[in-house]
């Protein structure tokens, strides 16, 4: 049922962009007034693809800063929250995580929610969630949410997929050098008392050739800092990269395995990688080679990594990840998760590490940067870049000397004649640029039309609504 255009104020006459803007904001709370007025503070002003534009951006607001309601949950990082609350926003931020019946209650009110992996943003939530616009995952994955559901009624989702990279990039340099000098099995030894002083086997790195699988994030990360250390860097992905420094891309994996002292492996885990290391590829590995993991658990073949280390194959291994993983904090990673583990757990030189590969303060604040910055662009100016279940759209920003533009969202089906109809509407005004992209069954328009008057928004904003494509429209000005 389309929703009608509501509090539209009058636009001021004496061209002061301080005063009010609107947006309409459609599924039922459609249009608030809003305040704006360009904040040289603003975090991350959206670019241009034109370059640096040559006046001042305008900045365009959805709702009246103080209207715009944010409910952030599992203890968000503060820097996120800051972000978040510079710009005027009503933020509440709670240290935990709610139950399915309190997040309901809460959610029907909030335009924005901000959650880490533990909220659980079903469908049965989300219908109840009428005034949500977007949703920010503060970590990386984003299976908490339905995110069908979530695109099919106008809600953006975004996440921070990347900003761990490097947290598990300097991981692997310490267990690079902790393998080659057994460092681990030394500590344990000198945690039961046990002085075992030993050079055998134990190695410097300089010199020795890393080996790494996807040349992705992490694994470029990682190049750069194994060459700095003096090693000798070779890579193999699927995709030809031109490597950083004077690491090298070798044709296959096989090329990768017989080449390399140390082997590292950042791939995804799709269909192509699952076992990707298994008894082939190790025996394929030098002897007394190594083998490090903090990309999937699936990735490696654990049973045939054990045979290899007790052959003595492979000299010492580090596991971050694994085919099962509890998904609690304890006394939980026995033999009822995975059947090997006691197996695993007798070898020498291996480093086992709970997935904290990208665990660290900096990448939390990264994560929460990335996510606010998103969160930001996606309510003051409709740009979808980086979410992960509509399409990427962005126009550059319009500008202090456009007073009379305004920005239209079209969130809608995509069913063909859209276009058509939608052109008809905006037809009437200067459409300035437009871009639109669909994914799946949801396309996402974004018009910037020029010299329109606030009584023709109104018009404007309640013909879109009317079309039976509809799913949800904002327009900012
Ligand atoms: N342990 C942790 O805490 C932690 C933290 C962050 C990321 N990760 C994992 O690390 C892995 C890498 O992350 P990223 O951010 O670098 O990903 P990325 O997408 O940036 O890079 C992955 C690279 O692997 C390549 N690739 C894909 N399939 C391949 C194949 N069959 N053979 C060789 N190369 C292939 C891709 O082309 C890409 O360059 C992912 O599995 C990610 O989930 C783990």
Known sequence: MPTAALNIPERPTNGDNSLS?????????????LSTSPQLSFHSPQASY???????????????????????????????QEILKKQGYQVEALKSSLP??????????????????????????????????????????????????AAENGIAVFNSPFSNSRSVAELMIAEIITLARQMADRSMEMHHGVWNKVSNGCWEVRGKTLGIVGYG??????????EAMGMRVIY????????????????????????????????????????????????QMRNGAY???????????????????????????????????????????????????????????????????????????????????ALVNYVNFGTTTGAVNMPEVTLRSLTLDEPNHVRVIYIHKNVPGVLRRVNEILGDHNVDKQM??????????????????????????????????RIRTRVLY
């Open 21 to 33: 803007r609107t947006v309409s904001n459609s599924r039922t709370d459609p249009v608030n007034s």
């Open 50 to 80: 034109a370059g640096p534009p040559k006046v001042s951006a305008k900045q365009l607001r959805p709702f009246q800063s103080q209207d715009v309601k944010i409910l952030l949950l599992e203890n968000v990082n503060l820097v996120g």
């Open 100 to 149: 399915e019946d309190q997040l309901i209650e809460k959610i029907q009110d909030v335009n924005v929610i901000g959650i880490r992996s533990k909220t659980q943003l079903s469908a049965n939530v989300l219908r109840h969630a009428k005034n949500l616009i977007v949703i920010g995952c503060f970590c990386i994955g984003t299976n908490q949410v339905d995110l069908q559901y």
């Open 217 to 226: 994030h992490v694994g470029a990360q990682l190049s750069v800092l194994a």
């Open 236 to 283: 193999y992905d699927v995709i030809n990269l031109m490597g950083l420094g004077t690491a090298q891309q070798v044709p296959n994996l096989q090329a990768l395995l017989s080449g390399a002292d140390f082997v590292t492996l950042h791939v995804p885990e799709i269909e192509e990688t699952k076992n990707m290391m298994g008894e082939k590829e190790l025996s």
């Open 291 to 373: 083998l490090l993991n903090a990309s999937r658990g699936s990735v490696v073949d654990i049973p045939a990594l054990i045979a290899a280390m007790k052959s003595g194959k492979i000299a010492g291994a580090a596991l971050d990840v694994y085919p099962n993983e509890p998904g609690k904090n304890g006394e939980h990673f026995n033999s009822q998760l995975n059947a090997w583990g006691e197996d695993l757990r007798s070898l020498k030189n291996l480093i086992l590490t709970p997935h904290i590969g990208g665990s660290t303060e900096e990448a939390q604040s990264a994560i929460g940067v990335e996510v606010a910055d």
């Open 436 to 469: 639109t992209d669909s994914r799946g069954e949801v396309a996402y328009l974004m018009a910037d039309i020029s010299n329109v008057n606030v009584s023709e928004i109104k018009d404007l904003y309640q013909s879109l609504e009317d079309l039976g494509s």
